[in-house]
């Protein structure tokens, strides 16, 4: 009995040495989140970021699993068909949930099937050209559109997203034709824009950012209805008189609407503490995401059926398709 009590005392004051507190370690099993995109895009570095604070904090391994393809229904269908004990999550950008679905029918439904347990950060949406491209901002290069009608084509990191949206809006809203290019996630689109093959994109800031430090592509304009901090002498798309191109999406941890309530709350918790994590919160700014203030499960849940409504009224205003 004093051997086990001993041996409780050491797990324990490991636990404390660790930083470990049982009231957030949801499970005893190592937990897989799931990405519904390639290594090295937006919903990518937020995995590894908030994976790696959560192991530390639920002492488990956590393991990132990429499963892109189909506008990110591949892999909520396969969260969705694993049981929903809190042992595979998914980080998904909202897009997946509230963009996607109203051109690519996935064979879920995001405002039933789905549970948002956190929105940690957001992405903002900037317009981006190839270094090779002859125009120095967004009003130099919707004036070269114009004037080659037909000739030149925008990337976007997949059919159905934000990306393509934005470019459907500036086409309708400029009197522009450009040519929508899609592809399976933001990396190898900018690989294409950064070689000159596609010469413009609506991109996220994360994956943008490095690559506009680097002059591996030019920034245009921000798609957002404001400013953002990182380029602070950037005007926004909407300055210059297109206000229907503010785009910006939530990333966050995502599980099945079947997970008890119980345990989602406690996931929830777990996940908020990550967000909370001073550390966390420093390396989401570097890569360029927003924090974001804390949401409860059912706010999680209204803000996800309310950009779900606003992009439907988009899709139909804009008359978008998947091309």
Do not use: C
Not at 58 to 69: A, D, S, T
Not at 187 to 206: C, E, S
Not at 295 to 307: D, K, N, T, V, W
Request: glycine share 8%.
């Amino acid at each position: 009995m004093k051997r086990r009590i001993a041996i409780s005392s050491l797990i324990a004051a490991a636990v404390a040495a660790l930083g470990l507190s049982p009231a957030f370690a949801f499970t005893d099993k190592p937990v897989r989140m799931i990405v519904p995109a390639p290594a090295g895009g937006t919903i990518d570095v937020m995995a590894r970021i908030v994976g790696d604070q959560l192991s530390r904090d639920i002492g488990q391994p956590v393991v990132v699993e990429n499963k892109p393809g189909a506008g990110g229904s591949i892999a909520v269908k396969y969260m969705l068909s694993q049981p929903a004990d809190g042992q595979t999550l998914m980080v998904t950008a909202s897009n997946v949930l509230t963009e996607v679905p109203h051109v690519l029918k996935g064979g879920f439904d995001p405002l039933k099937d789905v549970k948002p347990l956190s929105l940690m950060a957001r992405s903002s949406m900037l317009f981006i050209a190839s270094p090779q491209f002859p125009a120095r901002d967004a009003k130099e290069a919707i004036a070269y559109v114009k004037a080659h009608p037909g000739e030149v084509s925008f990337a976007s990191y997949s059919a159905g997203t934000a990306s393509q949206y934005a470019g459907a809006i500036l086409n309708k809203a400029a009197g522009l034709d450009m040519q929508h290019v899609p592809y399976p996630g933001s990396a190898p689109a900018l690989a294409q824009v950064m070689g000159g093959q596609i010469p413009l994109m609506f991109d996220g800031a994360v994956t943008s950012k490095a690559p506009i430090a680097a002059g591996k592509v030019r920034l245009l304009a921000v798609a957002t209805k404001s400013r953002l901090p990182d380029f602070p002498g950037v005007p926004t798309l909407a300055e210059l008189g297109y206000a229907e191109l503010n785009f910006s999406n939530w990333v966050g941890v995502i599980a099945s609407s079947q997970m008890p309530a119980p345990l989602a709350e406690k996931i929830h918790a777990a996940l908020q503490k990550v967000a909370a994590n001073a550390a966390v919160r420093e390396r989401l700014v570097g890569v360029g995401f927003e924090p974001m203030q804390e949401r409860s499960l059912s706010q999680a849940q209204g803000e996800l059926r309310e950009e779900y409504d606003r992009n439907a009224e988009i899709v139909k205003a804009f008359n978008i398709k998947l091309n």
